[in-house]
C-alpha cells in the first residue's frame, strides 16, 4: 500500500493564481513529519515547507503554506500567486519511524507535475 | 560551500562494468541515505546509514554496496550494471530531529545521473 499518495500527475495553473497540491499519508506513528519539495528541471531537490505530526497551526514559508488536516491524513500544498518559476515537480514526502531504534526514513510520493501559464 | 557533494554527476558505461558514486556532507549530520529516481521521478530509498552503520538496505540487490568510511562520507559502488540500473542517484542526509526545533529535512546531494547502455 502507498504510504504517500499524490493523486494529481500534472496541473496547469494561471500565473498569479493560486493552486493546491493534493498529498494523503498514510501511517500508523504518532509522530511524524511531513514535507514538501520542488524539483526543477535543472534536476535538484529544494525543501518548501515541513509541517510535523503534533503543530496544530498550519505551517506557511512565503507564498507556500501546508493544508495539514490530521484526521483525514492529508497534507496539501498551496502555492498563492503563482510564478513561471514554479513550474517544476512537487513531491510530499513523510518522515517516519523512531530515531533511537534505527527505523527512521523519508518516504516520497509519485509526484505531481505543476506547469504555471503565463 | 556544497553542503551535500556528489561525483561524479554523469556517468555512461557499458553494461556488466562496475562503478561508483562518492558523497560527503559537511552539514555534521549523523544520517546519510541513498535514494533512486527513475525514469518516472519516483524517489525510492535504498539505503540509510547512521553514524557509519548501516540502518535499512530497502531489499537492493547485492550488486549494490554502499560504504560510509566516516559520518561524513557515504559512497555507492554498483557491480555488474543492468540496463535497469539507469537512473539518478541522490544522496542525501538528515539530522537526528529535535523536538520543538528545526524541521529535520533531508538535505540533497545534485543527484548522479547513471545511464547504463
Known amino acids: 500500500a502507498q504510504k504517500i499518495t499524490q493523486t494529481q500527475p500534472g496541473m496547469f495553473v494561471q500565473e498569479k493564481e493560486a493552486v493546491t497540491l493534493d498529498c494523503t499519508y498514510d501511517?500508523?506513528?504518532?509522530?511524524?513529519?511531513l514535507f514538501w519539495y520542488k524539483q526543477p528541471s535543472s534536476g535538484e531537490m529544494i525543501f518548501l515547507i515541513y509541517?510535523?505530526?503534533?503543530?496544530?497551526q498550519n505551517a506557511t514559508e512565503g507564498r507556500y503554506s501546508l493544508n495539514f488536516q490530521k484526521a483525514r491524513k492529508s497534507a496539501n500544498l498551496v502555492i498563492s500567486a503563482s510564478q513561471l518559476g514554479d513550474s517544476a515537480m512537487y513531491f510530499c514526502a513523510m518522515r517516519e519511524g523512531s530515531y533511537t531504534s534505527g527505523t527512521y526514513k523519508y518516504i516520497f510520493g509519485t509526484g505531481t507535475r505543476l506547469k504555471v501559464l503565463a | 560551500d556544497t553542503a551535500v557533494s556528489q561525483t561524479p554527476k554523469y556517468l555512461v558505461t557499458q553494461m556488466g562494468n562496475d562503478k561508483s558514486i562518492k558523497c560527503e556532507q559537511n552539514l555534521g549530520h549523523d544520517t546519510m541515505y541513498w535514494y533512486k529516481q527513475d525514469s518516472k521521478k519516483f524517489l525510492k530509498i535504498m539505503f540509510s546509514y547512521n553514524n557509519k552503520e548501516l540502518i535499512i538496505n530497502e531489499t537492493v540487490p547485492n550488486r549494490f554496496s554502499p560504504k560510509s568510511p566516516d559520518k561524513a562520507h557515504l559512497n555507492l559502488h554498483i557491480n555488474s550494471l543492468e540496463l535497469g540500473d539507469s537512473a539518478v542517484y541522490f544522496c542525501?542526509?538528515?539530522?537526528?530531529?529535535?523536538?520543538?526545533?528545526?524541521?529535520?529535512?533531508?538535505?540533497f546531494g545534485e543527484g548522479s545521473r547513471l545511464t547504463v547502455l
Open positions: 501511517t500508523s506513528d504518532q509522530s511524524y513529519g
Open positions: 542525501a542526509s538528515s539530522p537526528e530531529p529535535a523536538i520543538g526545533e528545526g524541521t529535520g529535512e533531508l538535505f
Open positions: 509541517q510535523g505530526s503534533y503543530d496544530e
